[in-house]
């Protein structure tokens, strides 16, 4: 069974940092690719970043800059590290893999940026 768990979200003043995890188990995770996504109050689930299984990363141009995503194969966790945060980038952000054709999710980790 595949599990994703988030954590490390937080309430963080604008140009804070954070670092967030999560935890896969249940799939051999240096063969996946990984992403985290965000989703704010009132819109709909977006891509904030994404990690092959190579490691080649990919970051969306509203975050790039800021926001860098990196993987630890050893203990099954992909990050995403956020920098210069902005109360725009409030969201409750999802761990992601794509297996045996389906999408799995955790459960979410909330960050708010706000003075």
């Known amino acids: 069974q595949v599990q994703l768990v988030e954590s490390g979200g937080a309430l963080v003043q604008p140009g804070g940092s954070l670092r967030l995890s999560c935890v896969a188990s249940g799939i051999t995770f240096r063969l996946y690719s990984m992403g985290w996504y965000r989703q704010a109050p009132g819109k709909e689930r977006e891509l904030v970043a994404r990690?092959?299984?190579?490691?080649?990363?990919n970051v969306v141009d509203s975050v790039k800059g800021r926001f860098t995503i990196s993987r630890d194969n050893v203990k099954n966790t992909v990050y995403l590290r956020l920098n210069n945060l902005e109360p725009e980038d409030t969201a409750v952000y999802y761990c992601?893999?794509?297996?045996?054709?389906?999408?799995?999710w955790g459960q979410g980790t909330q960050v708010t940026v706000s003075s």
């Open positions: 992601n893999t794509y297996y045996a054709s389906r999408n799995y």
């Open positions: 990690i092959s299984s190579g490691g080649t990363t």
